[in-house]
């Protein structure tokens, strides 16, 4: 059976056997850790500096807050563009959707940058 894993630098889906999904599941401790905080090799590349994100992703933003890559319905980028008048403005902006609820529940941004270096920030 195959696994998939989300990139946390670059957003992308991953796909593992099994026996690689449980080797890189031991190098995170448990599962939570892993979904949060797993890069893959384009990512820890892109992370480094040797090679640079793509410009036009489709459907995907990063999000101010988090640095992470987020994808976004077609109906969320009208919207956006609407209230901030371009693309690169709204790209600017941009906070995703578990980061908002965060913020708006009280927490600072250090302390949602501090739950993603611990594996307890919420996906959704």
């Not at 401790?29 to 905080?37: D, F, P, S, T």
């Not at 980061?99 to 920030?121: C, N, P, S, Y």
């Amino acid at each position: 059976m195959v696994k998939k894993v989300r990139c946390a630098v670059t957003g992308n889906i991953i796909y593992m056997t099994e026996k690689r999904y449980a080797k890189v599941l031991t190098k995170f401790g448990n599962e939570e850790n892993l979904k949060a905080n797993f890069v893959s090799a384009k990512g820890k590349k892109i992370r480094e500096g040797s090679q640079e994100m793509p410009d036009k992703i489709a459907n995907r933003i990063k999000c101010t807050v988090t640095d992470r890559w987020c994808y976004i319905t077609n109906e969320r980028i009208t919207a956006g563009i609407a209230k901030y008048g371009s693309w690169e403005k709204l790209c600017e902006n941009y906070i995703c959707r578990p980061a908002k609820r965060l913020l708006k529940a009280g927490k600072t941004v250090d302390d949602i940058r501090q739950m993603i270096e611990d594996g307890t920030f919420p996906e959704k």
